[in-house]
Structures are given as structure tokens and as C-alpha cells.
């Protein structure tokens, strides 16, 4: 047995345009309305629970990435720490082969002025461009700094070597 409504099309004309609906097609529709609105609501609790989620999920990795900066930025600093100590060491070691090699050019020139002027001309200035090589070997140490991306070692084999050329070129100067 199918139950009827009266459902009013038009408000101005009460009583003589009125639709007979079913109640089966009106429970339809209410029934979808509600199944409807019930879908948005989960469709919102779901977003809202993925949203958190994925944040969450964000906040976890960005703590991740944190700690791993946080890592090796400590293992950044106690490299930096041993580099600075061995750097105090070579920097001490230079500074004394700097000092001999200015102490050995300063004689050399004493011995110079015994020499014919012509011959003394050409070794002063063959010493004086050793002077000027021990001198920006030492504003490469005074200019190295540990904390400045350089690799230490690097900078001693080059160093070393510029050090071990210039006394070779002192010692060969001194045997003249």
C-alpha cells in the first residue's frame, strides 16, 4: 500500500496545482540526504585525520633532518677542534723554519756586501726575492683559518713543499 503527500508546487496557487508524491520517494530522498551529509562529514573527519597524520609524519621527519644536522654538526666542530690543535702545532713548526730561513737570508746579505758590485747586485736581489717568498709563505699561515672550509692537510703538503723549495733555494744561494 503506497501512502501519498500533498506537496504544495507554488504558494500562490494552494489549491489548485498540487503534486501527489509518494512517502517511499520522499524516504529516498531524505535517506540520501542523510547518507549524503554522512559521507561529507567522514569524507571531513578523514581529511582532518590524514592532515595530522601527514603532519605528524612532517614534524617527525623535519626532527629527523634536525638531529642529522645536529650530528654532524658536532662532528664538524671536533674536527674543526683537532684541526685547530695540529694547526697550532704545524703553525708553531713553520713560524721556526720561517724564522731560520730570514736568519740565514740576513747573513747571506751581510756575506754580499764583501762581493764586486756587479756580482752583488744580482745575489741582493736573488735575496730579496727569497725575502719576499719567506714572506707570503708566512701570510699564508697568518692568513689560514681552521673554520674556513679548508682541509688542513692540503694546506700542509703545499706549504711543506713551498717551505722545502724555498730553503733549497736558500742553501743553493749560500754555496756561491
Known amino acids: 500500500m503506497i501512502s501519498w503527500n500533498k506537496v504544495n508546487t507554488n504558494n ?20 540520501l540526504k542523510m547518507v549524503f551529509v554522512g ?17 605528524i609524519e612532517k614534524a617527525e621527519q623535519n626532527l629527523a633532518d634536525e638531529k642529522m644536522d645536529v650530528a654532524e654538526a658536532k662532528q664538524d666542530l671536533e674536527t674543526a677542534r683537532m684541526d685547530s690543535g695540529e694547526f697550532l702545532d704545524l703553525k708553531s713548526k713553520w713560524d721556526n723554519r720561517i724564522n731560520e730561513n730570514e736568519l740565514k737570508i740576513a ?7 764583501d762581493q764586486k758590485t756587479e756580482v752583488r747586485k744580482e745575489y741582493e736581489k736573488q735575496l730579496d726575492n727569497l725575502q719576499a717568498e719567506n714572506a707570503r709563505i708566512n701570510n699564508q699561515i697568518l692568513n689560514y683559518r681552521v673554520d674556513n672550509g679548508q682541509n ?25
Open 39 to 55: 559521507a561529507v562529514a567522514l569524507g571531513t573527519m578523514i581529511s582532518c585525520e590524514n592532515s595530522t597524520e601527514k603532519k
Open 12 to 31: 500562490r496557487d494552494k489549491d489548485t496545482h498540487i503534486n501527489i508524491i509518494p512517502k517511499k520517494i520522499i524516504m529516498k530522498a531524505n535517506f
Open 107 to 113: 747573513e747571506l746579505k751581510v756575506k754580499a756586501k
Open 152 to 176: 688542513l692537510k692540503a694546506f700542509k703538503i703545499s706549504l711543506d713543499q713551498d717551505l722545502d723549495k724555498l730553503e733549497k733555494s736558500i742553501a743553493a744561494i749560500s754555496k756561491r
